[in-house]
T-cell receptor, first 112, second 117 residues
Framework: DAKTTQPPSMDCAEGRAANLPCNHS???????VYWYRQIHSQGPQYIIH???NNETNEMASLIITEDRKSSTLILPHATLRDTAVYYC?????????????FGAGTQVVVTP | AAGVIQSPRHLIKEKRETATLKCYPI?????VYWYQQGPGQDPQFLIS???????DKGSIPDRFSAQQFSDYHSELNMSSLELGDSALYFC????????????????FGPGTRLTVL
């Protein structure tokens, strides 16, 4: 699976949008971009995923560049409960999905 | 909605002892994953099972073994415990890949915190 690069930390004001970048320059055509987050010591939680097109759900939006070498997770109105480590993970579509490979994510701190 | 259940939530063991962690997946989920998260580290994949067969293997020590039973619950057995085994152990479950959408969400349990003294 392709490697990803994320900034180690990011601060965001409550109520503002949080834009989390992820670089995956070696991504291949059959690899999806997944985002998970982990609130302190809790189990990781799925946020969103995408292949080529931008995606939106009730939690966030995912913007993938046309060349697919980078993406941005957008939390539209950050709340204090969004404070967590956010992981960008690239996963290949195969017969068996197998493991999630967690790299060094981004620690997001939402402040009042 | 039902979630992944892990037991026990906390476990304290001495060096060289054995430990068994249990995981009960979300009903009708056919795949179980185990992850280890050491202090200040990111979760690391250990092993997974699909329909009671081992489907993938990560950096799981030879001292550890796991299986998935006929009711789909899974157990992680850890022997000859070492201080470095102290960690949070997460179990996750999922349904088989939805190929049309590329959707495969793993649902994580609350974890078992293992402390080896």
């Amino acid at each position: 699976d392709a490697k990803t690069t994320q900034p180690p930390s990011m601060d965001c004001a409550e109520g503002r949008a949080a834009n989390l970048p992820c670089n995956h320059s070696t991504i291949s055509g059959n690899e999806y971009v997944y985002w998970y987050r982990q609130i302190h010591s809790q189990g990781p939680q799925y946020i969103i995923h995408g292949l080529k097109n931008n995606e939106t759900n009730e939690m966030a939006s995912l913007i993938i560049t046309e060349d697919r070498k980078s993406s941005t997770l957008i939390l539209p109105h950050a709340t204090l409960r969004d404070t967590a480590v956010y992981y960008c993970i690239v996963r290949i579509l195969t017969d068996s999905w197998g493991k999630l490979q967690f790299g060094a994510g981004t620690q997001v701190v939402v402040t009042p | 909605a039902a979630g992944v259940i892990q037991s026990p939530r906390h476990l304290i063991k001495e060096k060289r002892e054995t430990a068994t962690l249990k995981c009960y997946p979300i009903p009708r989920h056919d795949t179980v994953y185990w992850y280890q998260q050491g202090p200040g580290q990111d979760p690391q994949f250990l092993i997974s099972f699909y329909e009671k067969m081992q489907s993938d293997k990560g950096s799981i020590p030879d001292r550890f073994s796991a299986q998935q039973f006929s009711d789909y619950h899974s157990e992680l057995n850890m022997s000859s415990l070492e201080l470095g085994d102290s960690a949070l152990y997460f179990c996750a479950s999922s349904l088989e890949l939805n190929r049309a959408s590329g959707y495969n969400e793993q649902f994580f349990g609350p974890g078992t915190r293992l402390t080896v003294l």
